[in-house]
């Protein structure tokens, strides 16, 4: 019998979903999922379409969960600053941090061209842990790899930046003596 | 854009008119607000069959099959019963003792409340009245209505294979309705809602088959006839805050003194509810009702008239949950409004 709820593969290839395993694979949270666990992944995506200079999300609006690029750009701004912190493309993702905790948007995140996005949401993610724990614990743990790979980046860049500050402060006293 | 958005906008208010529509419509709306309910109480049971590695589909149906299987169980083994119970109503409180204590009543009756026209009141011929016309909207309700239950009972547990297997599906159809600029503020209310529904949705139904059960036992220990059909009634009402439990209550003091013909019966039963009562605040509500959805006792009488006029004596049943719903539905609407900048 026909599930009239279900997309079949041809409106999965009309909605343009089917390279999304593809797209996904590069997204290093669901990277090396099998062919079920990827499948199980895409049905929880949603897909959103935005137009140009449309407001995806808020900086210091609650955040729901991370955003994957199919096609397109997308610049984050920060709007406290008055600054575009990256642009993005297809393939890239952005907002990841949000799966994990509940603090506002650090950023606002803008349409720059005609956009196709997939949203992964945070309660998306934990129904998904409850009923596959072992695929809702695979990608909790490469969202955790990646915020660490993250952090020792930043610890990195912070220990060059003072090391160069350092410099700079034993430089401005042998100036000044 | 903007043309995009007014359309996502009108497809929604449409889709909300609809709803509204089905509200109305009555008995389909009865339907599917019982199966809507049922559904999202056995919603984490799927779930749970669903995390031992089988599909949504296969959950939804070894669930729906236990639950049959279970109703079919418990059909075999309380029809025959509950026919005893009819059947004794039929020829109940004809007994001497009966006529006893309703000669006693009838003459207190008499002496103190003459003066608002109750001289010449005659309680036996009111009671074989009152107890006719039970029985007959009862036979009325199995023989008239017989097409109508059988329709309900294979409607219902269709209704919520469906909204079990595929209710995700539809959520998700739903969301992406919306305006991109009120997405994730949909996501967010949707998922704040669905937490604090589900808790609340199924504490209401845990409590109440919890009361029923107790209440049950109780009233079988005490001796009181039809315990099945007044502790089942008395789960039922327990659903209703403030009247609920002294509703359940009332059918069994009026049963077992009129079968007994001792008024001190009646302190029992009152003693037995209270100690149900209790138990239920202190141990069943605090476990099963995670978070209670406060709501104004004026909202709730108002709530119950309305469900009442609406759907009968199962609307006043479904009244407060559905009151709770659309308390929860409107508080979180405006507390998750408050967090985003839609006017900027």
Not at chain 1, 104 to 129: E, H, N, W, Y
Not at chain 2, 303 to 320: E, K, R
Request: proline share 3%; hydrophobic share 50%.
């Amino acid at each position: 019998m026909k599930n009239f709820f279900r997309n079949s593969p041809e409106s999965h290839a009309k909605n343009g979903r089917s390279d999304l395993p593809a797209i996904l694979s590069h997204v290093p949270i669901f990277a090396d999922l099998s062919k079920r666990e990827m499948a199980a992944v895409v049905r929880i995506l949603h897909e959103r379409e935005y137009q140009a200079e449309e407001i995806i999300f808020r900086e210091n609006e609650p955040g729901m969960g991370m955003y994957i690029i199919h096609t397109g750009t997308v610049a984050i701004i920060s709007e406290s600053g008055q600054l575009q912190l990256s642009e993005l493309s297809d393939g890239a993702f952005f907002g990841d941090v949000a799966l994990l905790d509940d603090a506002p948007r650090s950023a606002t995140a803008v349409a720059k061209t005609a956009c196709k996005i997939f949203g992964f949401f945070q309660p998306d993610l934990f129904a998904l842990m409850e009923r596959d724990p072992q695929l809702g614990l695979k990608i909790v743990f490469r969202l955790a790899r990646l915020i660490a790979e993250r952090l020792r980046k930043t610890n990195q860049r912070v220990q060059e930046l003072n090391q160069e500050l350092q410099k700079i402060k034993s430089a401005g006293m042998t100036h000044a003596s | 854009m903007q043309v995009r958005n007014h359309k996502k906008i009108l497809w929604l208010s449409l889709f909300l008119l609809a709803c509204l529509f089905i509200i109305f419509i009555g008995g389909a709306a009865k339907l599917l607000i019982i199966a809507a309910l049922l559904a999202y109480i056995l919603d984490p049971l799927a779930t749970r069959i669903e995390s031992r590695g089988l599909s949504r589909t296969s959950a939804a149906t070894l669930l729906m099959a236990t639950l049959i299987a279970g109703l079919i169980l418990m059909l075999v083994v309380l029809v025959p019963l509950l026919f005893d119970q009819l059947k004794s109503l039929q020829t109940g409180f004809g007994g001497e003792k009966t006529s006893q204590a309703m000669e006693r009543l009838q003459t207190m009756v008499r002496s103190r409340f003459g003066f608002l026209g109750l001289a010449d009141v005659d309680l036996m011929e009111k009671m074989t009245a009152l107890k006719s016309g039970l029985l007959e909207k009862i036979s009325k309700f199995l023989i008239e209505d017989s097409i109508s239950l059988i329709v309900h009972s294979v409607s219902i547990p269709f209704i919520i294979f469906f909204l079990l297997k595929d209710g995700r599906e539809l959520k998700k159809r739903l969301i992406r309705m919306v305006p991109n600029r009120y997405f994730e503020f949909s996501m967010d209310l949707i998922h704040k809602m669905d937490q604090q529904l589900g808790n609340y949705l199924r504490g209401q139904f845990l409590d109440a088959l919890t009361f029923g059960a107790l209440a049950t036992i109780a009233l079988w220990l005490l001796d009181v006839k039809y315990f099945l059909f007044i502790g089942v009634f008395a789960g039922m009402a327990n659903l209703i805050p403030y009247v609920g439990p002294i509703a359940g209550m009332i059918p069994a003091i009026v049963v077992s003194v009129l079968d007994s013909g001792d008024a001190m019966r009646a302190v029992y039963v009152i003693l037995t509810f209270a100690g149900l009562k209790l138990i239920d605040d202190v141990f069943i509500q605090p476990f099963v009702v995670a978070q209670s959805v406060d709501l104004h006792p004026v909202l709730v009488l108002v709530a119950i008239i309305i469900g009442g006029h609406l759907f009968g004596i199962l609307g006043m049943l479904i009244a407060v949950p559905c009151t709770g719903f659309f308390k929860v539905v409107l508080c979180e609407s405006l507390q998750t409004l408050k967090k985003y900048r839609f006017t900027a």
